[in-house]
């Protein structure tokens, strides 16, 4: 057990789960404010591998362990995150316009089964403020995605113009930027990862994008195979990859989740509100299957972000094995605490080392053995 867990976790999950999150934030907000407290952070968490360093879609990356969307989504952070050994940030979602998301409660912890279930609903200051808060940003040592969404009241044949002007808001400020079409709690905004609609927002990014930043393309979990299929040879043309995956709204999965957590603890386990998307444990598998799909529907040529359910090396290690060129995680981040990027980033060396694998590359889809190694020479 980390001292995170025996320390400063029992006092965060005591409170509701949002105001836990307000409080860690503040904390790191305060810690970026203070230079000595900064550097502290920096001693104890930052990564000290180089050999863990990697290029993806032309960007290079410290190492390959990020933070997900979602935790930092006005972009207060980016100048105290690096130091928590993250390789790269992604902020965000962003809108357009500020809004304030669903009522509270809104975030839900279900222990037994480290997950958590949200219902955030796009909260967020919006584009404006966002660029306030990177204008102010002194150095940036790992790369900077920035998440984009839709606002909830914008009409969805709007999206193309919308999501084009808030990545021309950000535009300078990102490394590379996200399309979320994959959010389970903006209604109706899972319909943008139609082919057709996608298509014409990211030509509409494109048509802006004259430094060819890399566009990824955030999916959802509860994709059935068939519509993936339709989607990635468009996603080949006009996309730098895509991140899998979302949270899962799948009633059943959530279901499920719930009925383990209530064998665990011996009584029923209700969340505060209806629908929302679940993270953490319960998504492991599904986000490492889809990865794994992506990758073999692509024959490995599409960069693919793996997030959902990462807690430790091993798990990262799966969805490298599957195909992911790059990982992310967040609901770990909230059971394991701060130390958890690092330990990732030293337990992949480690596997790498036991593998006889020189870099990280070496590793992305040998799951799928040597017919899909896109960098084999047809004999
Ligand atoms: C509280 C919370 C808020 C989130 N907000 C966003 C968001 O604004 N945009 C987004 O693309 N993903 C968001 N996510 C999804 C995560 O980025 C990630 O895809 C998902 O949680 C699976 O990873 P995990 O199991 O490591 O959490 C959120 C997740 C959580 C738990």
């Known amino acids: 057990m980390t001292l995170y867990e025996q320390t400063l976790k029992p006092l965060l999950f005591s409170l509701d789960a949002e105001t836990a999150h307000e409080w860690g934030t503040r904390a790191l907000a305060l810690a970026n404010s203070f230079p000595p407290a900064r550097f502290l952070v920096q001693a104890l968490y930052a990564d000290n591998t180089p050999e863990m360093k ?7 990356f410290p190492n390959p362990v990020g933070l997900a969307a979602g935790f930092d989504k006005d972009c207060r952070l980016a100048g105290i995150l690096p130091a928590l050994g993250f390789g790269f940030i992604e902020l965000g979602t962003i809108t357009l316009d500020a809004q304030p998301g669903n009522p509270r409660p809104r975030i839900f912890r279900v222990p037994e089964t480290e997950a958590l279930i949200n219902r955030l609903g796009f909260n967020n200051a919006g584009a404006e403020a966002a660029r306030n808060h990177l204008r102010s940003l002194r150095s940036r040592p790992v790369p900077i995605g920035i998440n984009i969404g839709l606002n909830k009241d914008a009409p969805q044949r709007e999206a193309p113009e919308r999501y084009a002007k808030t ?14 079409v994959s959010s389970p709690n903006t209604e109706g905004l899972r319909r943008l990862q ?25 999916l959802a979990p509860d994709l059935p195979v068939d519509a993936l299929e339709e989607l990635l040879p468009m996603l080949e043309e006009n996309a730098a990859g895509v991140i899998c995956a979302n949270t899962t709204n799948s009633p059943e999965r959530k279901a499920d989740m719930l009925e383990e957590a ?26 490492t299957a ?18 959902g359910g990462i807690f430790d090396a091993a ?17 770990g981040f909230i059971y394991r605490g701060p130390s958890l990027p690092s330990s990732i980033v030293r337990g992949l060396a480690a596997l790498l080392k036991s593998h006889d694998l020189s870099s990280i590359s070496e590793a992305v889809g040998l799951s799928h053995g040597p017919q899909l190694d896109p960098n084999r020479t047809p004999s």
């Open 54 to 60: 990697t290029t993806v879609a032309g960007l290079r």
């Open 167 to 180: 990545f021309m808001h950000l535009y300078t400020h990102g490394d590379y930027f996200v399309v979320n």
């Open 194 to 218: 139609e082919k057709h609609k996608l298509e014409r927002i990211l030509l509409a990014l494109q048509e802006k994008n004259g430094d060819r930043k890399p566009i990824f393309v955030k």
């Open 262 to 287: 209530q064998r665990l603890r011996g009584r029923p386990v209700h969340p505060p509100f209806q629908g929302g998307g679940v993270s953490g444990r319960p998504v492991e598998d599904p986000s």
């Open 290 to 307: 889809m990865i794994r799909e992506v990758y073999r529907l692509t024959g490995g040529r599409l960069p693919i972000i793996g997030v």
């Open 315 to 331: 798990g990262a290690y799966r969805k490298i094995r599957a195909g992911a060129s790059l990982v992310q995680l967040y609901t």
